[in-house]
């Protein structure tokens, strides 16, 4: 994850790696650290940390996370909307809940605006009670 996006359609895709990979470090290079989320989560820390903070918690609540992007287009004045899904197997504490070993797939659409090759803001929406309710569910 070296080397510099070539346009602002890159910048999300490497964002995913990073998820998928557990690379909290690759943030640096791809988020503006003033970061404007308008989608936090209440209690959750601002800016670039709190992305930070999402990565983590995939690394430790999930193993073998991977994202496919569905669908991406990108605005002339730099946003770009990412529809994707993620698979993973939930192998660790997830806001709460304890490791299922659950296959999941959870999915959502970003939109964010890249300004010299970082995320500068983003609107996320995930279907996050989708995937409470396959760790949640009982055999």
């Not at 359609?9 to 404007?36: M, N």
């Not at 903070?53 to 770009?80: C, K």
């Amino acid at each position: 994850m070296n080397s510099q996006p070539t346009s602002a359609r890159d910048v999300p895709i490497r964002v995913f790696a990073a998820f998928d990979a557990g690379d909290i470090a690759a943030l640096d290079t791809l988020v503006s650290p003033d970061l404007i989320d308008h989608n936090l989560p209440p209690g959750a820390p601002s800016a670039i940390e709190g992305m930070k903070g999402m990565v983590a918690a995939m690394r430790d609540g999930f193993t073998n996370p991977h994202h496919e992007i569905v669908y991406q287009a990108e605005t002339d004045d730099g946003w770009v909307v990412s529809q994707w899904v993620i698979t993973a197997t939930h192998t660790g504490p997830w806001f709460g809940l304890p490791a299922t070993g659950r296959d999941v797939t959870c999915s959502g659409i970003d939109l964010a605006r890249v300004v010299d090759g970082r995320i500068v803001e983003i609107r996320h929406v995930e279907e996050l009670l989708q995937l409470q309710m396959q760790m949640q569910l009982t055999d």
